[in-house]
């Protein structure tokens, strides 16, 4: 099952002790984790097998919109940071509007990816 990670700057930290919480669900071997550049990046020094594409600001995020687009990525987990502005919005409200075109589970915070996860979890 492929999954994107991303997370604005303010909530990098953030997504990296979310994925060490949950690090027994995120080393699964049917779990693949794509991601936006920085995030990817992050994400691969904290010790996570994750396929990184583009940095958001220049493209990353309409990259993952095109892998949900093709259905190949399935769940999207996406810390936004609500209260920094960024320069490539329209990318973003596009991610998100793509994930709804497709029926793909979006979490954009912690307490929804904990949801998400659990709940796949008992489906396996
Ligand atoms: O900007 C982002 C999402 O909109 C995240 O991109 P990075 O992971 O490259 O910082």
Same mark, same amino acid.
């Given at each position: ?32 984790? %794509? =991601? ?5 990046? !992050?994400? *691969?020094?904290?010790? @996570?097998?994750?396929? +990184?594409?583009?940095?958001? &600001? ?5 990259? %993952? =919109? ?5 259905? !190949?990525? *399935?769940?999207?987990? @996406?810390?936004?940071? +609500?209260?920094?502005?960024? &320069? ?37």
């Amino acid at each position: 099952m492929e999954i994107a990670i991303i997370a604005h700057d303010g909530k990098k930290d953030e997504m990296v002790k979310f994925l060490k919480e949950y690090e027994d669900f995120f080393h699964q071997d049917h779990i693949q984790l %794509i =991601a936006t550049g920085t995030t990817g990046n !992050k994400v *691969k020094s904290a010790g @996570f097998k994750v396929q +990184p594409y583009l940095s958001g &600001p220049i493209g990353g995020d309409a990259q %993952i =919109a095109g892998r949900v687009a093709e259905e !190949k990525c *399935k769940m999207v987990i @996406f810390f936004r940071d +609500p209260l920094e502005k960024h &320069p490539h919005e329209p990318d973003v409200l596009m991610l998100l509007r793509i994930c709804d075109v497709h029926n793909v589970p979006l979490a954009s915070n912690p307490a929804s990816a904990k949801l998400l996860i659990k709940g796949i979890s008992q489906a396996d």
